[in-house]
T-cell receptor, first 111, second 113 residues
Framework: DQQVKQNSPSLSVQEGRISILNCDYTNSMFDYFLWYKKYPAEGPTFLIS?????DKNEDGRFTVFLNKSAKHLSLHIVPSQPGDSAVYFCAASAGDDKIIFGKGTRLHILP | KAGVTQTPRYLIKTRGQQVTLSCSPI?????VSWYQQTPGQGLQFLFE???????NKGNFPGRFSGRQFSNSRSEMNVSTLELGDSALYLC????????????FGNGTRLTVT
């Protein structure tokens, strides 16, 4: 049973526009959410996180929004740049339990 | 600060053999987690070690095992390899506290023939 779901396997966005990546979760005990970015032949790189006591967290071009009632979070990248082309993983955990990852969304930034 | 180091980067084994993968965490990190990545399956959690004790475990068969040493370095062992074990194995370290992100190594690519 998938507790963290990324329903879009891929997404294409024009350079300079906003990229919005979505993630849904089923476990209401999750209280910490993260986004990772992965290039081929490299390990995932931590991007940004949010605690369940917040509904928004911003770091430069990256903003994560959390909607607890809908069990939904999203990552906004503004403006999108060519180097943002990668696979993005959403992840979640409850307390110090294991961090569970979604299957990823491949983002293509078009010139 | 040095990142998470995994060795070897690539490994080719045959069915039935066993393999040991190694991970050196970021200095000061006491938690090491292992994940398996296969195409279309994302990152599947194997287990987590904290202060030499297995703290969390995923849903993998007993052929997959691990351990952590007093210096926080960790090893993962897979016995009686199967073709389906071919994957990228990722190690990640963290402080081990709640709400602390994982920091990943570049993985070991295991191919079973």
């Amino acid at each position: 049973d998938q507790q963290v779901k990324q329903n879009s396997p891929s997404l294409s966005v024009q350079e300079g526009r906003i990229s919005i990546l979505n993630c849904d979760y089923t476990n209401s005990m999750f209280d910490y959410f993260l986004w990772y970015k992965k290039y081929p032949a490299e390990g995932p790189t931590f991007l940004i996180s949010i605690s369940s006591i917040k509904d928004k967290n911003e770091d430069g071009r990256f903003t994560v929004f959390l909607n607890k009632s809908a069990k939904h979070l999203s990552l906004h990248i503004v403006p999108s740049q060519p180097g943002d082309s990668a696979v993005y993983f959403c992840a979640a955990s409850a307390g110090d339990d294991k961090i569970i990852f979604g299957k990823g969304t491949r983002l293509h930034i078009l010139p | 600060k040095a990142g998470v180091t995994q060795t070897p980067r690539y490994l080719i084994k045959t069915r039935g053999q066993q393999v040991t993968l190694s991970c050196s965490p970021i200095s000061g990190h006491r938690s090491v987690s292992w994940y398996q990545q296969t195409p279309g399956q994302g990152l599947q959690f194997l287990f987590e070690y904290f202060s030499e004790t297995q703290r969390n475990k995923g849903n993998f068969p007993g052929r997959f095992s691990g351990r952590q040493f007093s210096n926080s370095r960790s090893e993962m062992n897979v016995s009686t390899l199967e073709l389906g074990d071919s994957a990228l194995y990722l190690c990640a370290s963290s402080s081990g506290l709640a709400d602390s992100p994982l920091h990943f190594g570049n993985g070991t690519r295991l191919t079973v023939t």
